[in-house]
C-alpha cells in the first residue's frame, strides 16, 4: 500500500479543471450531476484514508484501544505506518467530523425554520409573504406530501408523481412588485426547477464534500453556479422567452434577493448574474454533448475520471488491508 494511501487526499486537484471547464461546455444538467458525483466520490475515499491514518498511525500510542497484535513489527511494515501523519490526523479528522455535524445541523434548523415561517400561510405551493422592503424569493424543500395526497395525485394525473415539486416557493411582495407578469413567470419557473430536481441535494453534497477536504471547494462553487444554469434553462423552456428570464434574473440581482440563512444549500444564491445573463442571451446548450479527447474538457474529463479511479482504488486498498490485519493480529 505504501505511499498511495496518502494519493486520496491530494487527488481532488485533478477535479479543478472541470469545475472550470464543465459550466462552458456541459448542460448545466450534466455538469451538476458530473460534479456532485466527483465531489462525493473523493470526498468519501479521502476521509476515509484520514481515518486509516489515524488509527494506524496511532497504533503505538498509550492507552490506545487497538490490539496487542499492532505491535508487531510484521504488522507495522504491512502498513504505511507513520506516527507524525497519525497524530496529524486526530485533528483534521476530529474538525472535518465537527464541520460535517455542522452543516448537517445548520440546513436541517434553516430548513425547520422556514417552514416554521410559514406556518399559517395559505398551504399553496407559492408563498407570497407581505414584506415590501426586502427582496427576495427561494426554494424551500422538504415537507413531503403525505401519502394519501401522493395516492390521489397519480390517480388524478395518472402519473407516478416524481416530478412533483417537494416544498414551495417562497417571495416576497417588494420582488413581485419589480417585476412584470412574464418575469414573474420565469422566477416562479426558476425556483420550481430547483424543486422539481431537487438541486438542495446536490448542492448539500458538494458542501460536505468541501468540509471534508479543502480540495473540494472549486467543485462546491462551479455546482452552485451549474444548478442555477440548470434552472434557468428549465425556467427558459416553461416561459419560450429566454431574454424574460435574463431580465427578471437582472432584476432580482439588482434588488439584493437574501436566502434565509446560508446553510440552505444555496439555493437562492444568485450566482455570477453576468455569466449567467449572458448564457441567457446566447442559444440554448445542447441537451447531450460529448466533447472529445482531444479537447480541453475531455482532457479535463478523463484526467478527473483517472483520479478518482486511483482515488478509489486507493482508498479500496487501504480499506482491504486494514481489515485484514485487524483479523490477524486479533484473534477470536
Same mark, same amino acid.
Given at each position: 500500500?505504501?505511499?498511495?494511501?496518502?494519493?486520496?487526499?491530494?487527488?481532488?486537484?485533478?477535479?479543478?479543471?472541470?469545475?472550470?471547464?464543465?459550466?462552458?461546455?456541459?448542460?448545466?444538467?450534466?455538469?451538476?450531476?458530473?460534479?456532485?458525483?466527483?465531489?462525493?466520490?473523493?470526498?468519501?475515499?479521502?476521509?476515509?484514508?484520514?481515518?486509516?491514518?489515524?488509527?494506524?498511525?496511532?497504533?503505538?500510542?498509550?492507552?490506545?484501544?487497538?490490539?496487542?497484535?499492532?505491535?508487531?513489527?510484521?504488522?507495522?511494515?504491512?502498513?504505511?505506518?507513520?506516527?507524525?501523519?497519525?497524530?496529524? @490526523?486526530? !485533528?483534521? /479528522?476530529?474538525?472535518?467530523?465537527? $464541520?460535517? *455535524?455542522? #452543516?448537517?445541523? +445548520?440546513? =436541517?434548523?434553516?430548513?425547520?425554520?422556514?417552514?416554521?415561517?410559514?406556518?399559517?400561510?395559505?398551504?399553496?405551493?407559492?408563498?407570497?409573504?407581505?414584506?415590501?422592503?426586502?427582496?427576495?424569493?427561494?426554494?424551500?424543500?422538504?415537507?413531503?406530501?403525505?401519502?394519501?395526497?401522493?395516492?390521489?395525485?397519480?390517480?388524478?394525473?395518472?402519473?407516478?408523481?416524481?416530478?412533483?415539486?417537494?416544498?414551495?416557493?417562497?417571495?416576497?411582495?417588494?420582488?413581485?412588485?419589480?417585476?412584470?407578469?412574464?418575469?414573474?413567470?420565469?422566477?416562479?419557473?426558476?425556483?420550481?426547477?430547483?424543486?422539481?430536481?431537487?438541486?438542495?441535494?446536490?448542492?448539500?453534497?458538494?458542501?460536505?464534500?468541501?468540509? @471534508?477536504? !479543502?480540495? /473540494?471547494?472549486?467543485?462546491?462553487? $462551479?455546482? *452552485?453556479? #451549474?444548478?442555477? +444554469?440548470? =434552472?434557468?434553462?428549465?425556467?427558459?423552456?416553461?416561459?419560450?422567452?429566454?431574454?424574460?428570464?435574463?431580465?427578471?434574473?437582472?432584476?432580482?440581482?439588482?434588488?439584493?434577493?437574501?436566502?434565509?440563512?446560508?446553510?440552505?444549500?444555496?439555493?437562492?444564491?444568485?450566482?455570477?448574474?453576468?455569466?449567467?445573463?449572458?448564457?441567457?442571451?446566447?442559444?440554448?446548450?445542447?441537451?447531450?454533448?460529448?466533447?472529445?479527447?482531444?479537447?480541453?474538457?475531455?482532457?479535463?474529463?478523463?484526467?478527473?475520471?483517472?483520479?478518482?479511479?486511483?482515488?478509489?482504488?486507493?482508498?479500496?486498498?487501504?480499506?482491504?488491508?486494514?481489515?485484514?490485519?485487524?483479523?490477524?493480529?486479533?484473534?477470536?
Amino acid at each position: 500500500m505504501g505511499l498511495f494511501v496518502f494519493l486520496p487526499l491530494v487527488l481532488p486537484l485533478s477535479a479543478w479543471p472541470v469545475a472550470r471547464l464543465a459550466a462552458q461546455h456541459l448542460h448545466p444538467r450534466t455538469a451538476t450531476r458530473l460534479l456532485t458525483a466527483l465531489a462525493a466520490v473523493m470526498a468519501v475515499c479521502s476521509t476515509l484514508c484520514l481515518a486509516l491514518l489515524m488509527v494506524v498511525g496511532t497504533a503505538q500510542l498509550p492507552g490506545n484501544p487497538l490490539p496487542d497484535g499492532w505491535s508487531d513489527p510484521e504488522v507495522r511494515a504491512a502498513l504505511p505506518y507513520d506516527e507524525v501523519a497519525g497524530r496529524a @490526523a486526530i !485533528p483534521a /479528522l476530529t474538525i472535518v467530523c465537527g $464541520a460535517l *455535524a455542522r #452543516t448537517l445541523w +445548520r440546513h =436541517a434548523t434553516v430548513r425547520r425554520r422556514g417552514w416554521r415561517a410559514l406556518a399559517g400561510l395559505p398551504g399553496t405551493s407559492v408563498a407570497v409573504l407581505p414584506d415590501r422592503v426586502e427582496a427576495y424569493a427561494y426554494a424551500l424543500p422538504g415537507k413531503e406530501r403525505r401519502a394519501e395526497g401522493r395516492s390521489r395525485g397519480r390517480r388524478r394525473t395518472g402519473r407516478s408523481g416524481r416530478g412533483a415539486p417537494h416544498g414551495r416557493v417562497v417571495v416576497s411582495r417588494a420582488l413581485l412588485d419589480r417585476l412584470q407578469p412574464a418575469e414573474r413567470r420565469a422566477l416562479f419557473a426558476h425556483e420550481r426547477a430547483h424543486l422539481t430536481a431537487r438541486h438542495h441535494r446536490f448542492l448539500l453534497v458538494t458542501q460536505l464534500a468541501a468540509r @471534508a477536504n !479543502p480540495f /473540494l471547494r472549486p467543485l462546491r462553487t $462551479a455546482t *452552485a453556479y #451549474t444548478a442555477e +444554469r440548470w =434552472a434557468d434553462e428549465e425556467a427558459a423552456a416553461v416561459v419560450r422567452d429566454r431574454r424574460v428570464v435574463a431580465r427578471a434574473i437582472g432584476k432580482a440581482a439588482l434588488a439584493r434577493p437574501r436566502t434565509p440563512g446560508p446553510a440552505l444549500a444555496g439555493l437562492a444564491a444568485a450566482g455570477p448574474v453576468p455569466r449567467r445573463v449572458a448564457a441567457l442571451l446566447g442559444p440554448a446548450p445542447a441537451a447531450r454533448t460529448r466533447p472529445s479527447l482531444f479537447t480541453a474538457m475531455g482532457l479535463a474529463l478523463w484526467g478527473a475520471a483517472c483520479g478518482t479511479v486511483v482515488s478509489a482504488m486507493s482508498s479500496a486498498n487501504a480499506t482491504v488491508t486494514m481489515v485484514l490485519v485487524l483479523r490477524a493480529a486479533t484473534p477470536l
